[in-house]
């Protein structure tokens, strides 16, 4: 604190010149007083400037967006997947199409061939160079992979995977950030050309122009020019707010001078080329030269075109004024006189300037969709919560490597579309869970009818009673007692006392009694009676809560009767990993989107291994498989017989009181999907599982090329034919008779009247 | 068991041809010509046969287990699985190498995996068989 002597008065009568000489000496301490203070007050006042410059210039300047990553899709020979389809992921991972000989981010097609050159990608295992292939085709399939500069054939490629989405800091911006090593020259060059021509020459300010524009802006009565240098116009980005006022100018400039002292030229250019704004893409602003570029011409910035440049170079003035898209003819007259700048400055020639001139912008009319696939990284971030925060994944700039398939989502979003206009109900909602049942990928997913609306989502959220889905674990049940499909079991009338001395009484969705049959009847028809009347004792309810807590969803300590009709509440999501299990043999493989995290340098930050945990017994998950086919192929998803004809699919239905929720869950070789319908308000739908869910299903997977599903062996079994109504041994042709696994050391005594 | 799968193979030409007749086999097991017989069958040559990627992303990650190099051994695999998850020895050689990380019930789990999928292959049964008793 200042000394009081510098506050005191002086004396109230002139005095001697010895006094004077005291009083000059007083006046001398208050001006170094005030001095010592100005300095000291300065000197907070640009330690305080320096911390944020800190904070924000060193590192970690920028709050980077996280990136989500789709599964790298494998090239090699007899891969299900024709051209066509390469083509789309190809354009999906902004792969530009030429006719030339493609230079790494680009393709084209060769008579029945593709020829790509690959992106140089950093995978969590290695780092993989571009590389030039040719990928041949012959019936929807990839029949060779050869190298185009040696001709090697290749066994296999993996192709760098596509960006699905990103989760971008509360800030709302977007950006790829550049090393000073990356930046072009040309780049730099323009830029210093058209911005700022004595870059290097001042030290962050200069007089010269601050004087010129304050001479115009006193003209005009108000500020309408500025004379910042580029590195006051990066102080000002960074730190600062836009507004227009002498204390901003104040500390931009000082901000500027200390940018200058402490970092080298060609940083400070380089946070200039990865901070500015160049574009807004909905509620997302897009930083950087870098992002801007990819978005605006699918390409790095070390291989835009002279016009291109100079259009990015002339959006920094005003990105909103000389938008491309929104103000085409504005944006184009000022890249013409940013390219007359380039000329004047010798960076263009005549002939290049006027052959860039003659250029069209080149962009697209609307730039893609920022995250189209909400539903998929909705889930995402519901199984990262468990690592990462929400800070991490805004700021930190990690890299979420999943099992996204975008070829399979494109077909469900199709057929989901196909499907749910069969219906003409406009409240109707789905959700949808496609996943690799054998290793736990989830590879599609939707959460709402309208595929790309960011809202509930109902895969992972909605939790809605799963009727019959219930019934395989039931049977599997059943199966670890002394019973086969073989069994006869009754349908017939049933009463129960419940604990509160209530009647239930309940019923078959048709209403009807059907007598006896074998258990494998009572299942591909879904008859709820005969696993009521098996299931309702203690064990057989103790046997459903302990297969259920296997995979951890047995979602109520007390487990009551009507858990036997489904009446427990799921997710398509948990749905799915219930007939994961049961698809895979009994083994448990846990459903997940993600495979592993790293930061933005790759270094592993998480992995998420394949698991595999055998948890029922394979012999009776395939006496339940075999069941579920028997509902495709004779049940209450016969449709899908009639539809794939030879292609053996297996499945269940389900359908709630007063169908409300429809569903239906089915597998082929690898892929499981699950399908619910059913309204937000529940309300009745007026769709059973079969009328409703089934037909969806049926319309997915009719897009996707998928093979029958193939039981295992297990010598445990032995395959006989079976009289489905008497559960007698049968024989093949024989009125009834289905071919059922059963053990052997239970095989029927009975014989069917026709054996 | 092989022997019983001797007998039974042995016995099956016999059992269909008492089935034609009519006639009672005390060991009823059929795989008679249809689509379940064509589906194991071709379950089980996917288990048996590796196709050309596998092959060589086997090779590369016995390659990387050579290095001590075992994440990479794991991701090669795990690629390999992607492209063909019925292939037994993928599941072995990964429990492999969770052996060597010490990672021992791992190591049984895909032991049972790729059990599940060995099919005629006594080679991959003793191989199986001795790297249980390691991880045991």
């Known amino acids: 604190m200042p000394r009081k002597p510098a506050r005191r008065k002086p004396a109230r009568k002139p005095a001697s010149k010895a006094r004077g000489s005291a009083r000059a000496a007083g006046k001398g301490r208050y001006f170094a007083a005030a001095g010592f203070l100005s300095l000291l007050l300065l000197a907070i006042y640009l330690g305080y400037l320096n911390h944020i410059i800190d904070s924000r210039f060193e590192g970690g300047a920028w709050a980077l967006p996280s990136r989500v990553y789709a599964r790298a899709l494998e090239l090699y020979p007899g891969l299900r997947l024709s051209r066509e389809q390469l083509a789309y992921e190809l354009e999906l991972s902004s792969y530009l199409r030429v006719e030339r000989e493609p230079l790494p981010g680009e393709y084209r097609l060769l008579g029945a061939s593709l020829e790509l050159n690959s992106r140089a990608f950093d995978f969590v295992d290695q780092a993989q160079a571009p590389r030039l292939l040719q990928v041949f085709f012959a019936n929807e399939r990839v029949v060779a992979l050869s190298d185009s500069r040696n001709g090697e054939d290749l066994a296999v490629f993996r192709l760098p995977p596509l960006i699905l989405g990103s989760y971008f800091p509360q800030s709302g911006e977007d950006r790829l950030l550049l090393a000073e090593n990356e930046v072009p020259d040309e780049l730099v060059a323009t830029l210093i050309a058209v911005e700022d021509r004595a870059f290097y020459e001042h030290s962050g300010v200069s007089p010269l122009a601050v004087l010129r524009a304050l001479w115009v802006n006193l003209k005009a009565g108000r500020a309408v020019q500025g004379g910042s240098t580029l590195t006051q116009q990066l102080a000002k980005n960074l730190f600062l707010t836009p507004e227009k006022s002498l204390l901003r100018k104040i500390n931009e400039a000082f901000m500027a001078l200390l940018l200058e002292m402490r970092f080298s030229k060609q940083a400070i250019i380089t946070a200039y080329i990865n901070e500015v704004f160049l574009l807004q893409q909905n509620r997302i602003a897009i930083h950087g030269f870098a992002r801007a570029s990819r978005m605006l011409f699918n390409r790095g910035v070390d291989r835009l075109e002279a016009n291109q440049l100079a259009l990015l170079v002339g959006m920094v003035k005003g990105p909103s004024r000389y938008n491309p898209m929104t103000k085409p003819e504005a944006a184009l007259e000022r890249r013409n006189l940013v390219l007359k700048i380039m000329r004047q400055q010798g960076l263009l020639d005549d002939a290049g300037y006027e052959r860039e001139r003659a250029a069209p912008l080149g962009v697209p009319q609307k730039l893609p969709g920022v995250n189209p696939f909400p539903a998929y990284l909705d889930m995402v971030k519901h199984q990262l919560r468990a690592g990462y925060s929400g800070s991490d994944l805004s700021r930190r700039g990690l890299r979420v490597f999943t099992a996204f398939d975008p070829l399979l989502q494109r077909n469900l979003e199709l057929g989901l579309g196909r499907g749910l206009s069969r219906f003409e109900q406009p409240e109707l909602q789905s959700a949808v869970v496609i996943a690799d049942y054998l290793n736990g990928d989830i590879q599609a997913l939707i959460g709402d009818r309208v595929t790309d609306y960011p809202g509930f989502n109902r895969a992972l959220m909605a939790q809605r009673p799963i009727g019959s889905l219930i019934k395989p674990l039931l049977l599997y049940g059943l199966l670890e007692e002394e019973l086969t499909l073989a069994s006869v079991v009754s349908d017939q009338p049933i009463r129960i006392r419940q604990s509160n001395g209530d009647i239930w009484e309940p019923r078959n969705y048709d209403r009807e009694l059907h007598g006896n049959m074998t258990l494998y009847e009572a299942f591909i028809h879904s008859y709820n009676l005969p696993f009521i009347a098996l299931g309702v004792n203690d064990d057989g309810l103790q046997r459903l809560a302990q297969n259920l807590d296997r995979i951890k969803l047995l979602k109520h300590e007390v487990v009551y009767p009507s858990m036997l009709l489904g009446t427990t509440a799921m997710s398509a999501y948990e749905v799915a990993q219930m007939y994961q299990v049961i698809a895979n043999n009994g083994y448990f493989t846990p459903l997940t989107t993600i495979r592993s995290v790293t930061d933005q340098d790759n270094r592993a930050l998480s992995r998420i291994p394949l698991e595999s945990h055998k948890l029922y017994d394979q012999a009776r998950m395939l006496q339940v498989q075999r069941a579920m086919v028997g509902v495709s192929e004779q049940g209450t998803a016969r449709y899908l017989a009639e539809r794939f004809g030879e292609r053996s699919l297996a499945g269940k239905t389900g359908t709630t009181d007063d169908l409300r929720d429809s569903w239906f869950a089915g597998f082929s070789e690898r892929l499981l999907a699950v399908v619910w319908l059913g309204r937000d308000d529940n309300a009745p739908i007026g769709l059973t599982g079969s009328s409703g869910a089934l037909r969806v299903w049926a319309d997915i997977m009719e897009l996707q090329d998928f093979s029958a599903f193939k039981l295992n062996r297990d010598d445990s079994l032995a395959w006989l034919y079976i009289d489905s109504k008497n559960g007698g041994i049968s024989k093949q042709g024989c009125a009834n008779s289905v071919l059922l696994p059963i053990p052997k050391d239970r095989i029927p005594k009975t014989r069917s009247r026709c054996q | ?136």
Do not use: F
């Not at chain 2, 017989?37 to 090779?59: F, G, H, K, M, Y």
């Not at chain 2, 995996?113 to 991959?124: E, F, G, K, M, T």
């Open chain 2, 1 to 136: 068991m092989p022997v019983t799968r001797s007998l039974q193979t042995l016995c099956r030409p016999a059992l269909l041809a008492l089935v034609a007749v009519g006639s009672a086999c005390s060991v009823p097991e059929q795989y008679p010509d249809n689509r379940y017989q064509r589906s194991i069958e071709t379950s089980d040559q996917a288990a048996a046969t590796a196709s050309a990627p596998v092959v060589q992303l086997q090779n590369q990650a016995l390659a990387a287990i050579n290095e001590d190099e075992y994440p990479l051994a794991i991701d090669y695999l795990e690629r390999a699985i992607k492209i063909q998850p019925r292939n037994a020895w993928s599941w072995h050689y990964l429990a492999d190498v969770y052996w060597r990380r010490g990672e021992r019930e791992r190591c049984r789990a895909m032991i049972e995996r790729s059990q599940s999928y060995a099919v005629n292959d006594p080679r991959l049964d003793d191989a199986n068989a001795a790297l249980l008793r390691q991880c045991r």
